[in-house]
């Protein structure tokens, strides 16, 4: 079992700055995939963007150039560092861990940005 936790979260204005951390215990494998994806209230939820084990990363059209995902191996920890907010990235974000067979979701952490 692996267990996700996100911090982070929070209010901010237009043009600002947050960074998500997720950070993963219990039964780690060295080869991942973690994503962070994002929901709006009545809409789907979609990848923001996601990174693997050996770095490679992949982001969504919408955050390109305004949001970074790193890693920390020996921390069991991924960020996302979201600069350049708009009211639009308002949502909750998720963190979603790929290893093996099994996927494991984080409980979320909300993302408000308002004037």
């Known amino acids: 079992q692996v267990q996700l936790v996100e911090s982070g979260g929070g209010l901010v204005q237009p043009g600002g700055s947050l960074r998500l951390s997720c950070a993963a215990s219990?039964?780690?494998?060295?080869?991942?995939?973690t994503g962070w994806y994002r929901q709006a209230p009545g809409k789907q939820r979609e990848l923001v963007a996601a990174i693997t084990n050996t770095g490679s990363t992949n982001y969504a059209d919408s955050v390109k150039g305004r949001f970074t995902i790193s890693r920390d191996n020996a921390k069991n920890t991924v960020y996302l560092q979201m600069n350049s907010l708009k009211p639009e990235d308002t949502a909750v974000y998720y963190c979603k861990r790929i290893q093996g067979v099994l996927t494991y979701w984080g409980q979320g952490t909300q993302v408000t940005v308002s004037s």
């Open positions: 219990g039964t780690i494998f060295s080869i991942d995939t």
